[in-house]
């Protein structure tokens, strides 16, 4: 070895350091990491414990379904079918007795030669007919003078009407003034009504329905009086034959019908406030079963700014488990389920990473070590010339274990980045064989390949699965004899339901012992041929490719042939 090819002591230090220091740095990074999902475990748990409060959507869902419920009601008291409805069937009912009681006068009051009736005969009719029916009746002669009314007849209970007065501020409760305070509000939308005014004793009447009923007609009023409650008036004539003799008035009380609206209205009322309570407990449940557990998933999973500066907690970050619900909620909570199992996988591969780099790198420097610390006490030119090259053996292994380790770190991170493209898997696999046949022809080992006609096209990262190729041919090269032959074929083949490619790279080496069948696939496995210098492989290219194979959704696996000895590898890849 010349001295410009011997490794200066400064570079062996350098070289020994950079890997010690990459191992310290793995560590770092991963106490870093599990800071800051771990760390989230206290703020977590304290978020939780908060008291009760309606959250944001609570009130949403709360505000919406009552908005609709008022709206409801509303319209339900706004519409007037109801009392319209009320209203007409109080005079079709007042026109007919109006036209019986009419008729009855006319009968028995009427003077046969005359067109007129006896008003003391018709007093009594009203007395005995129209005063137990409580009804109000008004009799006028034919020039309109009032010569009979109800409440002047002797018994009559509604000569005198008498209200007590309410006290300032009392109400008889709180659906009375909502239902007092809706009339002031809904009499400001209707036409105003004509004031109801009484008629005199013997007096002429103002009203002109009752000049419609002398005329022969029959009409209808609709007035409101001093309290402004509603008064319904029917007049019909009271006629002989053709011959009209007076005419007959009758008219419901003040506030009959706007008693049965009323009481409608608070019936309405005490309805919709019970419904209010229901929707309400409702609303509030079904935010609880939607908002509670959003946010119960939210904070368990939030790991924020400001988590490093918290203090680590041991404490495993467990998702709620809402998979049960069997809606969106339960496949939200199994999505951030998976993903926080991944993530802690994800922690776990990488302090085994760090534990397997350690030790890898822990190997050649306790070689090189011992090799620097020895050179002091060889004494011949010879001794020291082993020690060198047993120092610069160890530099190799130390570059090359970096090397992979670095690129083996980067390779998740650039699975991700890479957009997966389609390309001819045929032409790839015979690009790789033509690589490795100057390797081939040194060992003196013939690459077969067996490839289909046309092409075979493939999605994915082109690059990373000429890697995987070319890993695995490299692996069966090493382990091929002089004389050997090694068989690359492809072909389609389904992969489970979808289409998909198989490669299989057949070997005639030693084979695989069946209880490393699957070990050969983990970092920094190796098991190399008796003939390989020691170190010549770091153990991460079968790893690596079972990485690549993976994020492509395939799958690789090793077994032994049947028909003699060596192994054979499949890569199975849907396309």
Request: with cysteine.
């Amino acid at each position: 070895m010349t001295e410009a090819e011997r490794p200066d002591r400064d570079d062996l230090k350098a070289d020994s350091s950079s890997a010690a220091d990459l191992a310290t740095a793995g560590r770092a990074r991963l106490e870093k990491l599990r800071g800051q999902m771990e760390g989230a475990a206290s703020s977590v748990r304290e978020r939780l414990e908060e008291p009760f409060s309606f959250s944001s959507l609570t009130r949403r869902i709360i505000a919406l379904n009552l908005a609709a419920l008022v709206f409801l009601l509303g319209g339900v008291l706004y519409l007037s079918q109801f009392r319209d409805g009320l209203i007409d069937l109080r005079l079709a009912s007042l026109k007919t007795e109006a036209e019986l009681i009419a008729i009855t006068i006319a009968e028995s009051a009427g003077e046969p030669n005359n067109q007129s009736y006896d008003r003391l005969v018709a007093n009594e009719i009203l007395r005995r007919v129209a005063l137990p029916a409580g009804l109000r009746a008004q009799i006028y002669d034919r020039s309109g003078r009032l010569t009979g009314d109800t409440r002047a007849l002797p018994g009559s209970a509604l000569v005198v009407e008498v209200e007590p007065l309410r006290a300032p501020g009392a109400a008889d409760g709180l659906l009375s003034r909502l239902e007092d305070l809706y009339e002031r509000a809904a009499g400001l939308f209707q036409r105003p009504l004509e004031l109801y005014q009484e008629t005199p004793p013997s007096g002429i009447s103002k009203d002109e329905e009752v000049y419609v009923a002398l005329s022969g007609e029959i009409a209808f009023a609709e007035r409101v009086n001093s309290q402004d409650e509603l008064i319904l008036s029917v007049a019909v004539p009271i006629k002989r034959v053709r011959t009209v003799m007076g005419g007959l008035m009758l008219s419901t009380e003040g506030g009959e019908i706007g008693e049965i609206v009323r009481d409608e209205r608070i019936a309405i009322l005490q309805v919709f406030f019970v419904a209010l309570i229901v929707n309400f407990l409702l609303s509030v449940v079904l935010a609880q079963t939607i908002a509670r557990p959003i946010r119960k998933l939210a904070e368990a999973a939030d790991l924020g700014s400001g988590q490093e500066a918290r203090p680590l907690n041991p404490n495993r970050i467990h998702i709620p488990n809402f998979t049960k619900r069997h809606d969106e909620i339960g496949d939200l909570s199994g999505s951030l389920r998976r993903m926080t199992d991944a993530l802690y996988d994800r922690i776990e591969a990488i302090e085994s990473f760090a534990a397997d780099v350690a030790h890898e790198i822990k190997n050649p420097l306790t070689s090189l070590r011992s090799a620097v610390e020895t050179m002091r006490l060889a004494r011949s030119d010879d001794a020291r010339e082993r020690l060198l090259s047993v120092i610069e053996n160890d530099v190799r292994r130390l570059d090359r274990l970096v090397t992979d380790i670095s690129n083996a770190s980067r390779l998740d991170a650039e699975l991700v980045r890479e957009d997966m493209d389609v390309f001819d898997f045929r032409s790839l696999v015979q690009t790789v064989v033509d690589i490795s046949g100057p390797q081939a022809e040194k060992r003196k080992v013939e690459i077969h390949v067996r490839l289909p006609e046309t092409a075979l096209p493939l999605r994915g990262m082109e690059s990373r699965l000429a890697q995987v190729l070319h890993n695995i041919l490299d692996n069966a090269l090493s382990f091929s004899a002089p004389g050997d032959a090694i068989t690359v074929s492809a072909q389609t083949k389904p992969f489970g339901v979808r289409p998909g490619l198989c490669l299989e790279i057949i070997d005639e080496g030693a084979g695989i012992p069946e209880e490393n069948l699957e070990s050969i696939f983990s970092r920094f496995y190796s098991q190399r041929p008796e003939d390989e210098e020691f170190g010549g492989h770091s153990g991460l290219g079968l790893s690596i490719c079972r990485q690549i194979v993976e994020a492509h959704g395939g799958a690789v696996w090793a077994e032994n042939r049947a028909d003699r000895a060596g192994a054979k590898f499949s890569v199975h890849l849907p396309s």
